[in-house]
């Protein structure tokens, strides 16, 4: 069972497969057009817009919740070397709450803790907003930031070659859904959070195909 908190194909490394500078630069290109196609856009912009629409939150705005024993033990996951068990945490609550300033709270404390320990872990996150996207643009952004952030030119490669056989018109829920759970799964992404906002917001009927594999993950 998923902890609930209210508000008031496998892609492997081998050392055998080689893939040179100009292929690696290729299919991370390749990557990028089919997934970043012009109408999804990157999550690190998304967050930053967020951020500017809403304006900056109060000083320890998100203390409170910080510090509670669900997010506590969540967000510690990547400090237990030897854990490699996944753990959810499901943060509900009603509109105006406070949801999308603890996931963007949330993010940039993972991110200033990677960058100051040089930690390996990765951080994969995407926004619903205003019901105008599905289940597919979010594995699409998130596939994209985790190979981004593990940097390897075989995980390129192999990716490529999965996205090119599907094409960008029948890259449906289950592709995607294989790609990013391979990535997850692999050994190189080391621990991965998996930040995602407004499932409200997604549209059906791809937020019940989400809400199930995450379940089974």
């Known amino acids: 069972m998923v902890p609930e908190l209210r508000f008031p194909h496998q892609i492997t490394h081998s050392n055998r497969f080689v893939v040179s500078r100009k292929d690696s630069l290729d299919a991370k290109q390749k990557c990028d057009k089919i997934l970043f196609d012009g109408k999804i856009i990157r999550p690190e912009i998304q967050k930053e817009a967020l951020k500017t629409r809403r304006g900056k939150p109060v000083r320890d705005a998100c203390k409170w919740i910080q510090d509670n024993d669900l997010v506590k033990a969540w967000r510690d996951i990547g400090k237990k070397k030897s854990n490699k068990k996944p753990c959810r945490l499901w943060i509900s609550g009603g509109p105006a709450k406070g949801k999308t300033f603890f996931s963007l709270c ?21 926004f619903f907003e205003n019901d105008h996207s599905t289940a597919e643009e979010a594995l699409k952004a998130m596939i994209g930031m985790l190979l981004d952030q593990i940097n390897s030119p075989e995980l390129y490669e192999a990716t490529a070659g999965t996205l ?5 018109e029948q890259l449906t829920f289950e592709p995607l859904w294989t790609i990013f759970r391979s990535l997850v799964q692999n050994k190189l992404a080391g621990v991965v959070y998996c930040i995602v906002d407004g499932l409200d917001e997604c549209r059906p009927p791809s937020l019940n195909d989400l809400l199930r594999k995450f379940s089974d993950l």
């Open 106 to 126: 949330t993010i940039e404390q993972l991110e200033a803790r990677r960058k100051r320990a040089h930690s390996n872990f990765r951080i994969c996150y995407f």
């Open 164 to 168: 090119d056989r599907h094409k960008a």
